[in-house]
Protein backbone atom coordinates (compact mmCIF):
# COMPACT_ATOMS: atom_id res chain seq x y z
CA UNK A 1 0.00 0.00 0.00
CA UNK A 2 2.98 2.35 1.00
CA UNK A 3 3.81 2.03 -3.30
CA UNK A 4 0.27 2.60 -4.46
CA UNK A 5 0.23 5.68 -2.09
CA UNK A 6 3.50 7.40 -3.23
CA UNK A 7 3.28 6.04 -6.79
CA UNK A 8 -0.19 7.65 -7.33
CA UNK A 9 0.89 10.64 -5.22
CA UNK A 10 2.44 12.53 -8.94
CA UNK A 11 -0.84 12.18 -10.65
CA UNK A 12 -2.88 13.36 -8.01
CA UNK A 13 -1.39 16.55 -6.82
CA UNK A 14 -0.78 17.47 -10.39
CA UNK A 15 -4.34 17.70 -10.84
CA UNK A 16 -4.56 20.41 -8.23
CA UNK A 17 -1.55 22.51 -8.80
CA UNK A 18 -2.79 25.01 -11.07
CA UNK A 19 -5.62 25.68 -9.02
CA UNK A 20 -4.01 25.71 -5.36
CA UNK A 21 -0.91 28.03 -6.99
CA UNK A 22 -3.65 30.37 -7.67
CA UNK A 23 -4.41 30.84 -4.00
CA UNK A 24 -2.80 31.95 -1.36
CA UNK A 25 0.53 29.73 -0.80
CA UNK A 26 0.75 30.85 3.15
CA UNK A 27 -2.16 30.14 5.47
CA UNK A 28 -2.80 31.01 9.17
CA UNK A 29 -4.18 28.03 10.84
CA UNK A 30 -7.52 28.66 12.55
CA UNK A 31 -7.87 28.92 16.23
CA UNK A 32 -3.94 30.42 16.62
CA UNK A 33 -3.02 32.93 19.65
CA UNK A 34 -4.14 36.41 17.91
CA UNK A 35 -1.18 37.38 20.65
CA UNK A 36 1.33 35.09 19.31
CA UNK A 37 4.66 37.05 18.34
CA UNK A 38 6.57 33.93 16.93
CA UNK A 39 5.74 32.07 13.59
CA UNK A 40 6.00 28.56 12.48
CA UNK A 41 6.08 27.84 8.76
CA UNK A 42 5.16 24.62 7.07
CA UNK A 43 6.71 24.68 3.73
CA UNK A 44 5.81 21.31 1.54
CA UNK A 45 3.85 19.73 -1.04
CA UNK A 46 0.30 18.20 -0.76
CA UNK A 47 0.61 16.77 2.89
CA UNK A 48 0.77 19.82 4.56
CA UNK A 49 -1.50 21.52 1.76
CA UNK A 50 -4.32 19.23 3.48
CA UNK A 51 -4.93 17.54 0.09
CA UNK A 52 -8.74 16.27 0.24
CA UNK A 53 -9.61 17.39 3.78
CA UNK A 54 -12.78 19.75 3.55
CA UNK A 55 -10.95 22.15 5.50
CA UNK A 56 -7.67 22.98 6.10
CA UNK A 57 -7.96 23.03 9.69
CA UNK A 58 -7.77 19.20 9.89
CA UNK A 59 -4.23 19.25 8.19
CA UNK A 60 -1.62 18.36 10.31
CA UNK A 61 -0.08 22.30 10.84
CA UNK A 62 -3.48 23.26 12.14
CA UNK A 63 -3.30 20.27 14.49
CA UNK A 64 -0.23 21.62 15.76
CA UNK A 65 -1.41 24.74 16.54
CA UNK A 66 -4.48 23.48 18.66
CA UNK A 67 -1.25 21.49 20.36
CA UNK A 68 0.31 25.00 20.59
CA UNK A 69 -2.77 26.92 21.79
CA UNK A 70 -3.38 24.21 24.59
CA UNK A 71 -0.01 24.85 26.26
CA UNK A 72 -0.39 28.39 25.98
CA UNK A 73 2.43 29.24 23.57
CA UNK A 74 2.94 32.00 21.22
CA UNK A 75 3.44 30.73 18.39
CA UNK A 76 1.63 30.74 15.40
CA UNK A 77 1.47 27.92 13.01
CA UNK A 78 1.44 28.86 8.96
CA UNK A 79 0.35 26.54 6.31
CA UNK A 80 2.52 27.11 3.28
CA UNK A 81 1.57 23.88 1.34
CA UNK A 82 1.49 23.75 -2.12
CA UNK A 83 0.14 20.73 -4.04
CA UNK A 84 2.30 19.19 -6.67
CA UNK A 85 5.08 21.21 -4.99
CA UNK A 86 8.76 20.14 -6.46
CA UNK A 87 11.95 21.27 -4.65
CA UNK A 88 12.56 23.17 -7.44
CA UNK A 89 9.27 25.26 -7.28
CA UNK A 90 9.58 25.57 -3.49
CA UNK A 91 13.45 27.04 -4.13
CA UNK A 92 11.33 29.27 -6.76
CA UNK A 93 8.87 30.47 -4.03
CA UNK A 94 11.17 30.68 -0.88
CA UNK A 95 12.26 34.23 -1.46
CA UNK A 96 8.36 35.43 -1.75
CA UNK A 97 7.81 33.54 1.40
CA UNK A 98 10.74 34.62 3.44
CA UNK A 99 9.38 38.36 2.99
CA UNK A 100 7.92 37.32 6.89
CA UNK A 101 9.46 36.80 10.27
CA UNK A 102 9.76 32.56 10.72
CA UNK A 103 10.84 31.54 14.17
CA UNK A 104 10.83 27.94 13.19
CA UNK A 105 10.46 26.13 9.55
CA UNK A 106 9.33 23.20 8.50
CA UNK A 107 10.79 22.03 5.01
CA UNK A 108 8.59 19.02 3.88
CA UNK A 109 9.28 18.84 0.04
CA UNK A 110 10.86 16.48 -2.28
CA UNK A 111 8.60 13.18 -2.49
CA UNK A 112 7.22 14.46 -5.63
CA UNK A 113 10.85 14.84 -7.20
CA UNK A 114 11.49 10.72 -6.37
CA UNK A 115 8.08 10.17 -8.03
CA UNK A 116 9.48 11.47 -11.28
CA UNK A 117 12.80 10.22 -11.24
CA UNK A 118 15.06 13.02 -11.03
CA UNK A 119 18.49 12.84 -9.93
CA UNK A 120 18.54 13.01 -6.23
CA UNK A 121 21.87 15.54 -6.56
CA UNK A 122 19.48 17.80 -7.96
CA UNK A 123 16.75 17.65 -4.77
CA UNK A 124 19.49 17.72 -2.81
CA UNK A 125 20.40 20.55 -4.11
CA UNK A 126 17.47 22.45 -4.47
CA UNK A 127 16.56 21.51 -0.97
CA UNK A 128 20.49 23.03 0.37
CA UNK A 129 19.12 26.55 -1.73
CA UNK A 130 16.21 26.89 0.56
CA UNK A 131 17.76 25.64 3.36
CA UNK A 132 20.72 28.28 2.37
CA UNK A 133 18.15 31.03 1.73
CA UNK A 134 16.12 30.76 5.41
CA UNK A 135 19.60 30.75 6.71
CA UNK A 136 20.70 33.76 5.25
CA UNK A 137 17.42 35.72 6.43
CA UNK A 138 17.70 34.64 9.54
CA UNK A 139 20.33 32.84 11.21
CA UNK A 140 18.28 32.63 14.18
CA UNK A 141 15.39 30.82 12.16
CA UNK A 142 15.38 26.91 13.33
CA UNK A 143 15.12 24.98 10.17
CA UNK A 144 13.18 20.83 11.50
CA UNK A 145 13.63 18.74 8.21
CA UNK A 146 10.90 16.28 7.31
CA UNK A 147 12.04 13.20 5.16
CA UNK A 148 10.04 10.99 2.58
CA UNK A 149 10.84 7.59 1.58
CA UNK A 150 10.03 6.16 -2.26
CA UNK A 151 8.26 2.75 -3.21
CA UNK A 152 10.69 0.13 -3.79
CA UNK A 153 9.70 -0.07 -7.58
CA UNK A 154 12.06 2.57 -7.84
CA UNK A 155 14.68 0.61 -7.38
CA UNK A 156 16.74 -0.25 -4.32
CA UNK A 157 19.47 2.20 -4.86
CA UNK A 158 17.45 5.15 -5.84
CA UNK A 159 15.06 4.65 -2.97
CA UNK A 160 18.36 4.27 -0.35
CA UNK A 161 19.77 7.27 -1.88
CA UNK A 162 16.77 9.44 -1.51
CA UNK A 163 16.46 8.06 1.84
CA UNK A 164 20.05 9.18 2.69
CA UNK A 165 19.35 11.93 0.81
CA UNK A 166 17.29 13.85 4.09
CA UNK A 167 19.80 12.53 6.39
CA UNK A 168 22.67 13.77 4.86
CA UNK A 169 21.18 16.92 4.98
CA UNK A 170 20.23 17.27 8.32
CA UNK A 171 23.69 16.32 9.35
CA UNK A 172 25.66 18.62 7.06
CA UNK A 173 23.17 21.33 7.92
CA UNK A 174 22.88 20.30 11.72
CA UNK A 175 19.24 20.08 11.55
CA UNK A 176 16.45 18.72 13.74
CA UNK A 177 15.50 15.74 11.47
CA UNK A 178 12.34 13.80 10.88
CA UNK A 179 13.28 10.30 9.32
CA UNK A 180 9.52 9.96 7.93
CA UNK A 181 6.81 11.87 7.68
CA UNK A 182 4.02 9.77 7.07
CA UNK A 183 5.55 7.29 10.04
CA UNK A 184 2.43 4.99 11.18
CA UNK A 185 0.28 6.46 8.25
CA UNK A 186 1.62 5.65 4.66
CA UNK A 187 0.22 2.72 3.22
CA UNK A 188 -2.11 2.15 6.44
CA UNK A 189 -6.10 2.35 4.16
CA UNK A 190 -7.88 3.37 7.24
CA UNK A 191 -5.51 6.29 7.70
CA UNK A 192 -5.76 7.77 4.02
CA UNK A 193 -8.35 8.71 1.79
CA UNK A 194 -9.90 6.97 -0.89
CA UNK A 195 -7.03 7.74 -3.32
CA UNK A 196 -5.07 5.96 -0.76
CA UNK A 197 -2.57 8.49 -0.87
CA UNK A 198 -3.12 11.51 1.41
CA UNK A 199 -3.96 11.03 4.56
CA UNK A 200 -7.60 11.24 6.34
CA UNK A 201 -8.38 13.54 9.58
CA UNK A 202 -7.20 10.71 11.50
CA UNK A 203 -4.20 10.24 9.46
CA UNK A 204 -3.13 13.77 9.92
CA UNK A 205 -3.27 13.75 13.69
CA UNK A 206 -0.72 10.73 13.47
CA UNK A 207 1.50 12.89 11.46
CA UNK A 208 1.25 15.96 13.68
CA UNK A 209 1.95 13.67 16.94
CA UNK A 210 5.09 12.54 14.20
CA UNK A 211 5.97 16.46 13.91
CA UNK A 212 5.10 17.17 17.51
CA UNK A 213 7.84 14.56 19.55
CA UNK A 214 10.40 16.98 17.05
CA UNK A 215 8.69 20.41 17.75
CA UNK A 216 7.68 20.53 21.25
CA UNK A 217 11.28 20.69 22.71
CA UNK A 218 11.97 23.64 20.70
CA UNK A 219 8.98 25.53 21.92
CA UNK A 220 10.32 25.94 25.38
CA UNK A 221 7.62 26.40 28.00
Known amino acids: MLCTFLVSCKDQS ?14 TAENSN ?9 F ?35 NSGVSGETSAGGRSRIEWIL ?5 IFILELGANDGLRGLPFS ?26 MELPPNMGPDYTTEFRTMYASLAKQNNLPF ?3 LLKDVGGIPELNQ ?4 HPTVEGHKIVANTVWEVLKPLLGS
Do not use: H, W
Not at 194 to 197: A, E, R
Open 99 to 103: NQDIA
Open 34 to 42: TNATKTILC
Open 14 to 27: NNQRNQDENDVPAT
Open 194 to 197: NDGI
Open 122 to 147: QTQTNLQDIIDAVKQKDPNTIIILAG
Open 44 to 78: GDSITAGYGLDSTDDAYPAVLQSKIDALGLGYTMV
Open 178 to 180: IPF
